[in-house]
C-alpha cells in the first residue's frame, strides 16, 4: 500500500519520527509540494496525508486515494464533498495543541504586558549600562491581578487559556455560541459578546472561522471595547478586520495587540499589521511545540490504523 505525505516539514522537520506510518505502506514523504506536482506525487497512493496543500475536486477525480489524513484540525483544505462522492474518507486531528495553544496565547499576553523581548535587546545594547537609574522601561507595565479576560470560543483551548488567566489572578469572561453553564464559577461567567467587548481587559480569540465569526474584531465591535484593551489571536487570522485593527493600534483604542495568525498566511509583505505600533506577529507557531506535534503525529498513525481496521475514527466527511 503506497502512503504519500504531501507537506511533512512543519510536522517533523526532524525531531520526530515517520515510523508509524513506515509500519503501516510504503511511505514517501515531501517537504512540501506545490499543487502543479500533487497529481504526479500522488499518482498510485490509496493514502495520501496533507497539512497545508490542497486537495481538490479534479485531482481527487483523479485519484486512486481511498483515504486522506488532514495533519490538522481544519480541513479546509480538502474538498471533503468530491471525497466523500468518491467513497474517500477524510480524517482530521480534533484535540492535539490544546495546552500549546493555551500556553501560547498568555505568553503573547505577557509580552504585551512586560515587553520582555524588547528590554532584553534594548539591555543587549547597552541602554542599562548607560542609564542614570538602576532600572528603566519603555512601556506601561501591566499586572493582570484583577483584570478582566475576555475571551470569545469557550471550547477547549478557550477552556485551558481561562485555567491559565485564572491563576495569574484574573476573571473571565466567556462567549461562545454553545453555553455550558456546568463550566461557570466564581471566576468564570458566560456573557453576551457585547457584554464581553465592554467589559474585559484583554480578549483572547479561540473560536473557528465560521460565517459568524469572520470579522468579529472589527471597526464596530472595537468600539465597544474598553480604552486600551489588549487582544490577542492564536485561532484564525480572518477573525479579525485587519486594517480595523491597524486604526485601533494608531489611535490608541486598542492599548496593544499579538496575533500569532493572520488573514493570508504566509503574511504578505502589505499586510496592515506589519510594522504598526504596539503589534507583535509570531508566524502560526503556538500549535508547533514538539509535544503538541508527537501527540499530532501519534493521533495520525491511530486514525489511519483505524481505519485499515474498518473502525475509522476522527472522520469528517
Known amino acids: 500500500m503506497k502512503i504519500v505525505i504531501l507537506d511533512g516539514y512543519t510536522e517533523n522537520p526532524g525531531d520526530l519520527s ?27 497512493a490509496e493514502i495520501v496525508l496533507t497539512n497545508k496543500t490542497p486537495l481538490k475536486r479534479d485531482v481527487i477525480e483523479k485519484s486512486s486515494m481511498k483515504y486522506i489524513g488532514v495533519l490538522a484540525t481544519g480541513f479546509n483544505v480538502v474538498d471533503v464533498v468530491a471525497a ?32 520582555v523581548g524588547h528590554h532584553n535587546a534594548e539591555v543587549q545594547k547597552g541602554r542599562w549600562s548607560e542609564s542614570l537609574d538602576f532600572c528603566f522601561w519603555d512601556y506601561p507595565l501591566i499586572e493582570l491581578e484583577g483584570k478582566t479576560m475576555g475571551i470569545i470560543g469557550f471550547g477547549r483551548i478557550g477552556q485551558a487559556t481561562a485555567k491559565i488567566a485564572i491563576a495569574l489572578g484574573m476573571k473571565v469572561l466567556a462567549y461562545d455560541e454553545y453555553v455550558n453553564k456546568d463550566l461557570e464559577t466564581e471566576n468564570i461567567k458566560y456573557v453576551s459578546l457585547d457584554e464581553l467587548l ?67 498566511e504566509p503574511i504578505r509583505k502589505d499586510n496592515p499589521l506589519l510594522g504598526v505600533k504596539n503589534c507583535i506577529i509570531t508566524p502560526h507557531i503556538a500549535w508547533a511545540t514538539k509535544e503538541a506535534r508527537g501527540r499530532l503525529m501519534d493521533i495520525a498513525v491511530n486514525n489511519l490504523t483505524s481505519f485499515l481496521s474498518g473502525k475509522p475514527i476522527n472522520v469528517v466527511n
Open 84 to 115: 466523500k462522492e468518491k467513497g474517500i474518507a477524510v480524517t482530521n486531528i480534533p484535540t492535539y495543541g490544546t495546552a500549546a495553544v493555551a500556553q501560547f496565547a498568555i505568553a503573547l499576553l505577557l509580552e504585551l504586558c512586560h515587553h
Open 18 to 44: 515517520w515510523e508509524g506510518f513506515e509500519k503501516l505502506g510504503d511511505l514517501t514523504v515531501y517537504d512540501r509540494t506545490s499543487e502543479d506536482l500533487i497529481e504526479e506525487r500522488i499518482k498510485g
Open 198 to 264: 465592554a467589559n474585559s481587559d484583554a480578549i483572547s480569540l479561540h473560536a473557528p472561522l465560521t460565517a459568524t465569526t469572520e470579522g468579529v474584531i472589527n471597526k464596530a465591535n472595537i468600539a465597544k471595547m474598553k480604552e486600551g484593551v489588549l487582544i490577542i489571536n492564536t485561532s484564525r487570522g480572518p477573525l479579525i478586520v485587519e486594517e480595523d485593527l491597524k486604526d485601533a493600534l494608531n489611535s490608541g483604542k486598542v492599548g496593544a495587540a499579538a496575533v500569532d495568525v493572520v488573514s493570508v
